[in-house]
């Protein structure tokens, strides 16, 4: 890494926001990094209200959604872990750092007012494939569609 610009306070530092530290999904920024360590990163843009360059870690390392979504189709039946709930459906890990979601009206056969009705964190389960957009890197998942054999 070169030194790069000079930061107001701290020269040569550059800055990583979260959603540019890792293409999986992490609870902290430890996670992922330690204070201290060096790191070699892509420059994204140089902030001159703040004086400091913008960086990423993640696009150092190979994109795992679109190595994924090369290789599956759209009625395909794989099997995740769930790994968040949220209000409108839950997020399933299908591949390592790949995750998609199942909507609440694809979570179960009848309809369900929560996911926790129909899932839990840590909980596996089938899915089937509906839709893939490699551009946005979302995946969109159905428990409801997968055959009742594979649950």
């Not at 992490?26 to 994204?44: I, K, M, N, T």
């Not at 400091?52 to 994924?68: G, I, N, V, W, Y």
Request: proline share 6%; aromatic share 8%; hydrophobic share 40%.
């Amino acid at each position: 890494m070169d030194e790069g610009p000079g930061h107001p306070v701290f020269p040569g530092v550059g800055f990583i926001t979260y959603a540019e530290l890792s293409w999986g999904r992490f609870e902290a920024a430890s996670d992922v990094v330690r204070v201290g360590q060096r790191v070699s990163c892509e420059f994204l843009v140089f902030d001159t209200t703040n004086g400091e360059a913008r960086l990423s870690l993640k696009t150092m390392r190979p994109d795992p959604f679109q190595a994924f979504s090369s290789g599956v189709r759209e009625g395909q039946v794989l099997h995740g872990r769930v790994t968040e709930l949220v209000p409108f459906g839950a997020f399933v890990e299908v591949a390592d750092g790949v995750e998609g979601l199942v909507r609440l009206r694809e979570l179960a056969e009848v309809p369900v007012r929560a996911p926790e009705e129909a899932v839990r964190v840590g909980g596996e389960l089938a899915v089937v494939v509906v839709q893939i957009d490699r551009e946005r890197r979302r995946l969109l998942l159905s428990r409801r569609q997968a055959p009742t054999g594979s649950r």
